[in-house]
């Protein structure tokens, strides 16, 4: 079975600040992780991907993930916010499992202040 | 490269009516292909997934079909449309069996009922 758990349903930084968005997973075999991003009224793009290759994963926009197995944590990074980071931000899990179905988090909204 | 085209983009439909959202796939041969709804400021809710022309399976029970008529051609519909069929569609493809699970969406189609 797996299932994944978005720690924060709203996140508020600044411009120029860190961000960082927690997921945490569940998973009974090898998953692949994912981090997508939408903008209002838009389709999901992926961020980044984790595959079982290097555990920091590096995406889009200067976003990166790191996959900590003994924590069971995906958690996404940035150094500095910029406003058009505002989105909503999914964590997904997939592990070949539940027909192969993704399993998605119910999403984390990123506000930037300027 | 692989495109996913979705329309109609915004749909404002009478309650009884019915509903035809398209969903084709360009450049990628038997995809799995998805459909999920996204209710206002929730998540994602997975509708209907298919692995194979005439495949459909139904992730829940509601007011709403599927078909999948040509490889790359996925179509949701109604017969008789409800209030709470309102939200935005999102399609979806995947390479299947040998994919990762990293899901492609379509740019959305919002369907307001009244």
């Known amino acids: 079975a797996q299932s994944v758990t978005q720690l924060d349903s709203h996140v508020s930084v600044s411009e120029g600040t860190p961000v960082l968005l927690r997921c945490n997973y569940s998973?009974?075999?090898?998953?692949?992780l994912f981090w997508y991003v939408q903008h209002p009224n838009k389709g999901l793009q992926l961020l980044l991907k984790?595959?079982?290759?290097?555990?920091l994963v590096k995406g889009i926009n200067g976003f990166e993930a790191e996959f900590k197995k003994s924590e069971t944590s995906f958690h996404l990074t940035k150094p500095s916010a910029h406003m058009s980071d505002a989105a909503e931000y999914f964590c997904?899990?997939?592990?070949?499992?539940?027909?192969?179905?993704?399993?998605f988090g119910d999403g984390t909204t990123l506000t930037v202040k300027p | 490269s692989q495109t996913i085209h979705q329309w109609p983009a915004t749909l404002v439909q009478p309650v009884g009516s019915p509903l035809s959202l398209e969903c084709t796939v360009e450049?990628?041969?038997?995809?799995?292909l998805y459909w999920y709804r996204q209710a206002a400021g929730r998540g994602l809710q997975l509708l209907f997934y298919?692995?194979?022309?005439?495949?459909i399976s139904s992730e829940v029970p509601q007011n709403l079909s599927a078909s999948r008529p040509q490889d790359r051609q996925f179509i949701l519909s109604s017969k008789k449309l409800l209030l709470s069929d309102s939200g935005f569609y999102l399609c979806?493809?995947?390479?299947?069996?040998?994919?990762?699970?990293?899901?492609?969406f379509g740019e959305g189609s919002r369907l307001t009922v009244l």
């Open positions: 450049g990628t041969s038997n995809p799995n």
């Open positions: 998973s009974s075999y090898s998953p692949s």
């Open positions: 997904v899990v997939s592990d070949g499992t539940n027909a192969g179905k993704s399993t």
């Open positions: 984790y595959t079982s290759a290097a555990t």
């Open positions: 979806a493809w995947s390479v299947s069996w040998t994919g990762t699970g990293e899901l492609f």
């Open positions: 298919s692995v194979g022309i005439g495949q």
